[in-house]
T-cell receptor, first 120, second 112 residues
Framework: GAVVSQHPSRVICKSGTSVKIECRSL??????MFWYRQFPKQSLMLMAT?????????EQGVEKDKFLINHASLTLSTLTVTSAHPEDSSFYIC????????????????FGPGTRLTVL | GENVEQHPSTLSVQEGDSAVIKCTYS??????FPWYKQELGKRPQLIIDIRSNVGEKKDQRIAVTLNKTAKHFSLHITETQPEDSAVYFC???????????FGKGTTLSVSS
């Protein structure tokens, strides 16, 4: 199956600083990637859809000026949490849909390993 | 938009018993329904999926059924083992390449 990586795997920062999280598709191209946030013992909540070459689409209630998304290439999307606060502490996971690789379902999403963000 | 409801939130079974988790969805245009297993601190792992043109799919001890008319789908795990203990999520999406909307999850505990 396809591989999606994320970096960093965990980050601790001070309140008010910005943090950048990278999501890469390693062996396939992804014109679309998705960013999810997961609070402890909760489900994955879709934050935004990252589109290569155009603006990201944000879900209702997600501040686009706080969570900056840049889909710089067909294999890289970045999420920047600006002016992070303790309530932004969460597990951030990206995913990319399968383009129809052999052996994989066309609809299948490949998830990154996640980034644990802790804001002090 | 799509809304996915999942029940139960917790499920405890004895080793060897069967476990059933149920989900309903609201968007009749959804056509892809995967199930994920997630262990603490790790990414969700796809365990089985089904598309809207199929009513049932089975993979060894795991099966998924879909009722498009009623807009619900279920995960069935037979002969449960302690290593099946994890959080399971159902999800739905509209079409190829679109985002998944997840249910709230079911914590399955299998005791030996």
């Amino acid at each position: 199956g396809a591989v999606v990586s994320q970096h960093p795997s965990r980050v601790i920062c001070k309140s008010g600083t910005s943090v950048k999280i990278e999501c890469r598709s390693l062996d396939f191209q992804a014109t679309t990637m998705f960013w999810y946030r997961q609070f402890p013992k909760q489900s994955l909540m879709l934050m935004a859809t990252s589109n290569e070459g155009s603006k990201a689409t944000y879900e209702q209630g997600v501040e686009k000026d706080k969570f900056l998304i840049n889909h710089a290439s067909l294999t890289l999307s970045t999420l920047t949490v600006t002016s992070a606060h303790p309530e932004d502490s969460s597990f951030y996971i990206c995913s990319a849909p399968s383009p129809g690789l052999a052996g994989g379902s066309y609809n299948e999403q490949f998830f990154g390993p996640g980034t644990r963000l802790t804001v002090l | 938009g799509e809304n996915v409801e999942q029940h139960p939130s917790t499920l405890s079974v004895q080793e060897g018993d069967s476990a059933v988790i149920k989900c309903t969805y609201s968007d009749s245009a959804s056509n892809y329904f995967p199930w994920y297993k997630q262990e603490l601190g790790k990414r969700p792992q796809l365990i089985i999926d089904i598309r809207s043109n199929v009513g049932e799919k089975k993979d060894q001890r795991i099966a998924v059924t879909l009722n498009k008319t009623a807009k619900h789908f279920s995960l069935h795990i037979t002969e449960t083992q302690p290593e099946d203990s994890a959080v399971y999520f159902c999800a739905a999406s509209r079409q190829a390449g679109t985002a998944l909307i997840f249910g709230k999850g079911t914590t399955l505990s299998v005791s030996s």
